[in-house]
């Protein structure tokens, strides 16, 4: 990716190089301002009342911001990059590219701590699958993701809650259990539970009792109400399965 004027280096920031380098390519794209403070928050991008948020991992420690943004008449677009490329240089001096088995599927590993924001409006989330190659210094302690961008090679946008729909494999039959999500959308048990949770808090689907020792679903009536959003959905809390 060739490097723009638009870096945060000046500031002295400690980020990983995909980090530094997705927050340039937003600025660029959108003629944003890196690092900008609002509300006590400083924000990775900021486009007029637009914010963008880059965020890896750790989607739990965004919702205070992402909250107060909102309150204050932001409108806030996090980015999430999921790696499906990766390029690395080989021992000969050459480079080798491997592609990750992954699918926009994983980013309900992030999404599920957002599951209760999502109808807000002003919030959305751009899955980015990407083609990374990695850098020469190594990470410390494998905590960062220390690689540069190559190439965007997907893009999903979750503008509203059914959106989330449009991240599966494969159509969720309904009603439906975490099992049936494993099987029907080929994804493990913890992703599934996730996939479950984040349908049910985003106000897509309505608890209807149990099959055998799993929670029931049934997907809620997706047509927008006179108001022109969804009903909000019963909130028993998080239930293990």
Sequence with gaps: MTRTRYTSDMLGLRESTLHRDLKSYYAYLHG?????????????????RMAYEVQTKHFHKLRPKIETLLEGGYRVTVVYPI???????????????????????????????????????????????????????RSRRNRVRNTHLVAILERR???????????????????FTTRDIMEQAGVGKLLAGRIAYTLH????SERVGHRNRFVLYRMRDLDPDPGGELGDPADPGPEPE
């Design 83 to 137: 790696q499906g490329i990766l390029e690395y240089r080989t021992a000969a001096g050459g480079h080798r590219k491997r592609r990750k088995k992954t699918s926009p599927a994983k980013a309900f590993e992030e999404l599920v701590y957002l599951a209760k924001l999502l109808p807000r409006e002003g919030l959305g989330v751009e899955i980015l699958m990407l083609h990374e190659r990695a850098t020469r210094r």
């Design 32 to 48: 944003g301002l890196i690092e900008e403070t609002v509300c006590g928050y400083r924000i990775d991008v900021l486009v007029g």
């Design 201 to 204: 808090h985003a106000g897509l």
């Design 157 to 175: 946008s979750v503008e509203s809650p059914v959106d989330l729909l449009g991240l599966l494999p494969s159509v969720i039959d309904s009603p």
